[in-house]
């Protein structure tokens, strides 16, 4: 994939100056009673899981246009996920989707992904494309169908994925539907609420005990006028309907412009059912764009949440990225966005929380605000880096990429998809 010895030799080519950074970093954080080790530390540690199908070229409904030596299945996936934990050495896990990355035998997936130094996170299942031959179609529908035999296949469908999930040593079920109306008065609303209830009962009644359910709301799309989990509060209704194992998924993508985001993962927090994140950013519906391009302040003061409840109870959420790579190419975005996520979280963890739980007590306003963008406004990069390059990894992930010449390599290796598509794989 990316040999050592050139990450090796574009890490020295920037040591000196790296030293010096991190060096001065240090000091000013030490000036400020911050440990720069401590911070260090908690980069080592922290990784986000990547999306399998984030490493394909994205499209809209309007047209794909297909990037050079795209991965054709699961195997080219992975390699390509395995070059981005090498050199960021910050992404352990990558999210698989099913039937898109359907294999005959997982076992040998899951070893293929450990020579990548990879395992997998939560899996995802699909009952918003109709298989080949289907004997009944997801167009009105999957879970929350009028059809009962579109709801039976679809619940067999996602327990085929917990199975599947067992195998690779996945640790959730991801449910995302996009099940809703296009016309009111299409179909009752109370009533594809409660079908949809009724079939995640069947799901949530076959998860092992290790393995959680994650609900995954979204305001529209593809429906257009009604989305039986529109919200966070419809997900959370049903999370508590179902059981103690069934938590509620924040897509930053899935909210109408300019909600409060952050106020929503706080109060998911407060109940214990926050299953976690699928990272990106947008300006105004799905857009699944590159975390932290468009507004990385709000990933920021998600992130100030988060840091802000290590400890609570119930507290693990899981961490995964959930982008279209439209017009770049995906392993050099993936790993951005990595970089920008990691970013967010060892910013929130330089906040002063003494300082800041006392100015808010104080109504000092303006006091309590500087205090976190105090936070916001330090440049991590000397600890991201340091992080990366004490495992093994790359000073400069993107530079390193391309030096590698490994996207002109698998453009050899991997014939070009031709022909008009669209959507977003
Ligand atoms: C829906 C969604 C969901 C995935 C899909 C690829 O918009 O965010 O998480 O299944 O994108
Ligand atoms: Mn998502």
Redesign the pocket.
């Known amino acids: 994939m990316i040999s050592k010895d050139l990450i090796g030799t574009k890490n020295e080519a920037a040591r000196v100056a790296h030293e010096d950074d991190y060096g001065s970093l240090g000091r000013q954080l030490a000036r400020r009673g911050v440990e720069i080790e401590t911070l260090t530390a908690r980069a080592m540690a922290w990784s986000v899981a990547i ?1 399998t ?1 984030g490493v394909g070229t994205g499209g809209t409904r309007f047209a794909r246009f297909p990037g050079l030596g795209e991965p054709r299945n699961i195997h080219d996936k992975l390699a390509d996920c395995g070059v981005i934990q090498a050199l960021t050495k910050g992404t352990r896990t990558v999210s698989p ?1 099913i039937p898109w990355d359907k294999v005959s035998d997982y076992n040998a997936l899951r070893q293929e992904a450990a020579s990548y130094d990879l395992g997998f996170d939560a899996i ?1 299942s ?1 009952t ?1 494309q109709d298989q080949l031959d289907q004997e009944a179609t997801y167009k009105f529908g999957s879970l929350a169908a009028a059809d009962p035999k579109a709801r039976a296949l679809a619940v067999a469908h996602n327990i085929e994925c917990i199975e599947i999930g067992k195998a690779l040593g996945s640790g959730a079920l ?1 449910v ?1 539907v ?1 099940d809703g109306t296009n016309f009111p008065g299409q179909q009752s609303l109370g009533g594809m609420f409660r079908n949809y209830l009724e079939a995640m009962g069947e799901i949530y009644a076959a998860l092992p005990p290790q393995m959680s359910m994650f609900i ?1 709301h ?1 305001m529209y ?1 593809p429906a257009f006028y009604s989305t039986v989990i529109s919200d966070w509060g419809s997900s959370l209704m049903a999370a508590q309907a179902l059981g103690p194992q069934a938590k509620c998924l924040v ?1 930053l ?2 909210h109408a412009p300019n909600t409060n985001i952050e106020q929503i993962v706080a109060r998911l927090i407060h109940v214990g059912r926050l299953a976690g994140f ?1 990272f990106n950013d947008s300006k105004y519906g ?1 857009d ?1 764009l590159d975390a932290g391009s468009v507004d990385p302040f709000r990933l920021f003061l998600v992130f100030n949440e988060l840091v802000e409840a290590e400890g609570a109870k119930g507290f693990d959420p899981a961490y995964m990225i ?1 982008q279209s790579h439209n017009v770049t190419d995906p392993i050099e975005s993936l790993m951005g966005s990595a970089i920008e996520i990691a970013r967010a979280y060892v910013q929130a963890s330089l906040v002063d929380r003494k300082a800041l739980a006392e100015a808010q007590a104080a109504n000092d306003v303006l006091g309590a605000h500087r205090i976190l963008k105090a936070a916001y406004l330090t440049d991590v990069s000397p600890i991201l880096a340091e992080a990366r390059v004490r495992q093994g990894g790359a000073h400069d992930p993107i530079a390193t990429y391309r030096a590698s010449g490994y996207r002109a390599e698998k453009a050899e290796e991997r014939p070009m998809v031709k022909g008009a598509s669209s959507g ?1 794989v």
């Open positions: 999306p199908w989707h995802n699909n918003f991801t995302w996009g995954e979204k799309e897509d993508g899935h699928h799905d699944d959930d977003i």
